[in-house]
């Protein structure tokens, strides 16, 4: 059947051939025409698309197969949203090592991508936490694949942008946790170098750490925002419900309701929403690590054209003075982002053999897409982070260069030796098989 699959950004919007499947297959598709397994597609480029050939969707593999209370080992499809997991183990005591921003990716995507959240400094990447999984290849073999059993094969899974095969199921080691309500100490920060102190000062005594960015500030204001830490809360303090009030984007406008008017007009609303310079606040889990899960279809505002995410990583030696470089640029271009995000990585190794977390300082900005402009003003961007030695977000991607991808990722041309013959992606076919 003709679906759209189209990823979360919806830029580049292409009209795909996709295949739901509800059980895991005995056997992946015996014909020439690549194909791709693919999640909920909650990434924003292309990683999760391919227009020439066959999606296969995980969507519906979402049952569980096991789940040790006691040791928190879980086993379950690839398929399973991190959504899924939350409803069953949090109620027992059990929390996600490492989230993304949505609940709504999966346990496969989350793998594929080595998906990050707010607390990298402390526990790492998604992948750090898998204990084991099952890959089946177009060959029709399957291996299971952990850190002692296929150890080259679980390495270059994770992170390995769902081109080495099938994941049909994975192992978990959740974690522990006495409260699933959080602790949060919200900051308004002044500028840039703020920013850094802010985030030097809570790496030690806060698990989760994250700013919002005014990316229309400028001058001694450059970097303005809000920094947010905490930590889950004490046994003995009580669990806030969770937020009952779901929003929604009921329809697509003609047009983005992302522009300079309202861009202006949300900055300065958000950055002044706090009169105070330090709030706490003891909160649900669900809008401390999933703000945005709460409108529903909100990648609708940006209207029919969709929106791409800038994400990248400068090393810390380079960050402060490169990240100024890149609000400068956006500034000038008079082109910003309302959902913009610093966050400082640290040095925690991956198991993966791609992966894009690494010591430094990640920005996150979305973009409604404007064609050429937006392009050009991307180039730009890239021009500071090829500089500064930094790296960009392939599960974020849309535009990357392929001579770029392979100098971020040095290990690429190992990834081809574990490449399934019959899969590919978009972006995959961009990066590593292009011809320009």
Known sequence: ?????????????????????????????????????????????????????TVLSTRFMRRFISFDTESGVMRCESGTTLADILAVAEPQGWFLPVTPGTKFATVGGSIANDVHGKNHHVAGTFGSHVIQFELLRSDGSRRVCS?????????????????TGFITWAELQLK???????????????????????????????????????????GNKLGRGHFTRGNHARPVQPRPPRPGTQLSMPVDPPVSLVNSLSLKAFNWLYYNRQLDKV??????????????????????????????????VIPMENSEAAITELLQRIGRANYGSF????????????????????????????????????MHL?????????????A?????????????????????????????????????????????
């Open 176 to 218: 522990k946790v006495a409260n699933s309500a959080i602790n949060a100490e919200n900051i308004k920060y002044e500028n840039l170098a703020e920013f850094f102190r802010l985030s030097e000062e809570s790496e030690q005594d806060y698990e989760y750490t994250v700013a919002w960015v005014d990316c229309l500030a400028a």
């Open 339 to 374: 959902l913009a995000v610093l966050k400082v990585f640290g040095d925690v190794p991956t198991p993966a053999l791609l992966s894009f977390p690494r010591p430094g300082t990640t920005l996150a900005l979305d973009f409604p897409y404007k064609g050429s402009l937006t």
């Open 147 to 163: 850190r002692t059993e296929n150890a080259d094969w679980y390495a270059a899974t994770i992170g390995g942008l769902g081109v």
């Open 1 to 53: 059947m003709t679906k759209p699959y189209v990823s979360w950004g919806r830029y580049p919007y292409q009209q795909q051939m996709g295949q739901d499947l509800h059980w895991m297959p005995d056997t992946l598709p015996a014909t020439e025409t690549p194909f791709l397994p693919q999640g909920n597609a909650r990434s924003y480029g292309d990683s999760c698309m391919l227009q020439e050939g």
């Open 378 to 390: 991307f180039d730009q961007l890239d021009e500071v982070v090829v500089q500064a030695g930094g």
């Open 392 to 436: 960009l977000y392939p599960a974020k991607d849309a535009h990357m260069k392929a001579e770029h991808f392979q100098s971020f990722y040095p290990n690429a041309s190992k990834l081809q030796h574990f490449k399934d013959p019959h899969i590919t992606s978009s972006f995959w076919q961009r990066v590593m098989e292009s011809t320009s």
């Open 279 to 312: 709030s706490y606040q003891t909160m649900h889990y669900d809008p401390f690590f999933y703000p945005l899960d709460h409108i529903h279809n909100w990648n609708r505002m940006y209207g029919p054209k969709g929106f791409l995410q800038y994400q990248c």
